[in-house]
């Protein structure tokens, strides 16, 4: 039912003759993708760290009640039973505790980690929108190449067939045009399937069907980096990509731990304020002694020995500690290393558009030249159907090679931490309505 609903109103949304774009598809996505939801209730979850952190420097509460029974028997007075009810309204308000102001540093650290995981997943969510829609637009290119190469082919076909019906040609031209023939059928079914599959990709983002997509313009090339400078780009990510700032996070908060920890071994003070009603009832008796006690004052606590867990527990956090460190450093190496490989994904991604455009002009003029040669007998239609898939060939590796370099551009800006909706939209300059 709610799959029927976003199909409506994803028709209402574009209309039927109208696609999406690249932002409509994300929009989309934000609304339904479960891994971004997952997200987003981890980071709901997270900030209620910071509250009860707090609770643990505020005043506690508690009311008791008891019903006891009591039997007595002395040799110097008769053997007496009898109930004593009681209730006990106690206030605790902690006045030093370090382990609880430890916990609260570390609350707030666990607070920044939330938000820069929340914003983790929001750009994981740009890469995968913009990866999906790219993919689909691709398979539509390499199903649009197969159905060109298949009719070029059956032309082929039927022209062999006729001319072995005619005595022109032996029926081994026939043969071959049938195999080219089966051959491309294949690969038009494998294309086919691919288009298929990526669009269940991209409706697992959105639940709902797929819309028509807006696609690339013409001659479009990928931006090049600005700086374009690797090294600015390193530093960049080293100091704000969001898995940095995730490790830098975890690191202060497992050195809060063990901080926490150690914490352990000092004593406590609290105030206390307790206020008790009890009423003792001798059975059989029509009366009860009645009795009220309230009470003020300090509480030292201080745990002299546990067993050895106090200091098993502070070996733990110093371990972890040394586990986030290596952790915070892997996070700065790999943050680096996708930098660099974004970065020259862009700037190889930019000379492959290059030389495939020239590539895409030779083949238009090569089919131009062959075209005039079978015109005056010197090139066979064999060579004009070999001119056509070149070309065709050609028109979808520039097309993939866009689409690479496009997302080598975001990703690029992923691991400097800088990736943001604006770059989905310019993107969407480059993209021609339906």
Request: hydrophobic share 45%; aromatic share 4%.
């Amino acid at each position: 039912m709610r799959k029927t609903c976003l199909s409506i109103g994803l028709a209402v949304l574009f209309g039927q003759a109208d696609a999406a774009n690249l932002t409509d598809i994300y929009r989309l996505a934000q609304q339904n993708d479960a891994v971004y939801a997952s997200a987003q209730a981890a980071y709901q979850a997270g900030m209620e760290k910071l509250l009860q952190a707090r609770s643990l420097l505020l005043p506690s509460l508690n009311l008791a009640a008891g019903l006891n029974h009591y039997e007595t028997d002395t040799n110097v007075s008769d053997p007496k039973h009898y109930t004593s009810p009681g209730l006990t309204l106690t206030l605790i308000q902690p006045l030093y505790r370090k382990q609880n102001l430890e916990a609260l540093e570390q609350a707030r650290l666990q607070v920044q980690a939330v938000e820069a995981q929340l914003k983790l997943a929001r750009q994981s969510l740009i890469l995968r929108t913009a990866q999906a829609y790219f993919d689909v637009l691709q398979a539509q290119d390499n199903l649009a190449t197969a159905q060109a190469q298949k009719a070029a082919i059956a032309q082929q076909l039927a022209q062999a067939r006729k001319s072995f019906e005619v005595g022109a040609a032996t029926i081994v031209d026939s043969h071959e045009a049938q195999a080219s023939f089966d051959a491309t059928v294949a690969l038009e079914i494998a294309a086919g399937n691919d288009l298929e599959v990526k669009r269940r990709t991209l409706e697992k983002l959105i639940m709902a069907e797929a819309p028509k997509l807006d696609s690339l313009t013409s001659n479009v090339a990928a931006p090049r980096p600005q700086p374009d400078d690797m090294n600015a780009w390193v530093k960049q990510a080293e100091a704000d990509s969001l898995s940095v700032a995730v490790g830098l996070a975890n690191a202060e908060i497992a050195r809060r731990e063990v901080a926490r920890q150690n914490a352990g071994y000092r004593p406590t003070l609290d105030l206390a304020v307790s206020y008790g009603l009890t009423n003792n009832t001798v059975v059989g008796s029509v009366s009860g002694v009645d009795s009220r006690s309230a009470a003020i004052g300090l509480q030292l606590g201080w745990n002299l020995y546990q067993g050895g867990a106090t200091r098993s527990l502070v070996r733990e956090a110093v371990a972890n500690q040394e586990k986030a460190r290596f952790d915070l450093e892997n996070a700065r190496r790999q943050a680096a290393l996708d930098t660099r490989q974004a970065y020259l994904g862009v700037v190889s991604g930019d000379a492959r558009v290059a030389a495939l455009q020239q590539a895409v002009v030779s083949s238009e003029t090569q089919l131009k030249s062959t075209k005039l040669g079978q015109e005056v007998g010197v090139r066979t239609a064999v060579d004009v159907l070999n001119a056509e898939q070149q070309l065709h060939s050609a028109q979808r590796d520039l097309a993939a090679a866009r689409y690479a370099a496009l997302i080598s551009g975001l990703n690029l800006k992923a691991a400097a931490g800088v990736l943001s909706e604006a770059d989905m939209q310019a993107l969407d300059a480059l993209l021609k309505h339906q």
